[in-house]
């Protein structure tokens, strides 16, 4: 019976550490949204970068952000330097946001051969102005991967954008316009 205890004991200890050690929290590594505050107008389209600072030996990643769908509108990921120099090429993906409503992106990447390096940009997120106000670019969650494939989950810091409304703009009476030019 103490044997069956201790082989029980040392099995649950062992899950314990596998779980503790496969996703390590790595603090020397942040991951951001760049600009942090982006003013865009209503109805424009526009990119902001997800920039890492110094990282080495990255062979994955996993980017997963939350938006507002009311005033955002996601368009797609665009490989950033990080993947786009590397000799050996990458493979990159979107995933869908499969649960309703729209409110979430995630992109996954993977660097073939010698694997990528930082600083530099990840990922640009293209996106589309809604309605005005300020909303937020929220991160949920980002992991990285090394040559081990183990994991690493870097510090993550979203963004603000910022959607300034159309302002109106009172057209000049001709008699105004007369004025100017007398």
């Not at 996703?23 to 902001?48: E, Q």
């Not at 390096?117 to 929220?138: Q, R």
Request: with cysteine.
């Amino acid at each position: 019976m103490r044997n069956v205890i201790r082989t029980a004991s040392a099995v649950f200890l062992a899950a314990i550490a596998f779980i503790l050690c496969s996703a390590r929290p790595s603090s020397a590594v942040t991951v951001s949204i760049d600009p942090p505050d982006t003013t865009v107008a209503n109805g424009s389209s526009f990119y902001v970068r997800v920039i890492v600072d110094a990282v080495t030996d990255l062979r994955g990643f996993q980017l997963v952000y939350s938006y507002d769908s009311g005033s955002l509108q996601f368009l797609d990921f665009q490989p950033g330097g990080v993947l786009t120099s590397s000799p050996d090429g990458f493979q990159a993906f979107t995933l869908p946001d499969v649960t309703p409503p729209a409110d979430s992106l995630a992109y996954d990447a993977v660097i073939f051969g010698a694997g990528g390096s930082g600083p530099g940009i990840l990922a640009f997120i293209h996106l589309k102005a809604g309605p005005s106000g300020d909303k937020p670019i929220g991160c949920v969650r980002v992991g990285f991967r090394d040559s081990h494939n183990q994991e690493t989950l870097p510090t993550c810091v979203g963004g603000l954008v910022e959607i300034a409304g159309v302002t109106p703009v009172r057209r000049p009476t001709w008699g105004a316009i007369k004025v100017i030019y007398r």
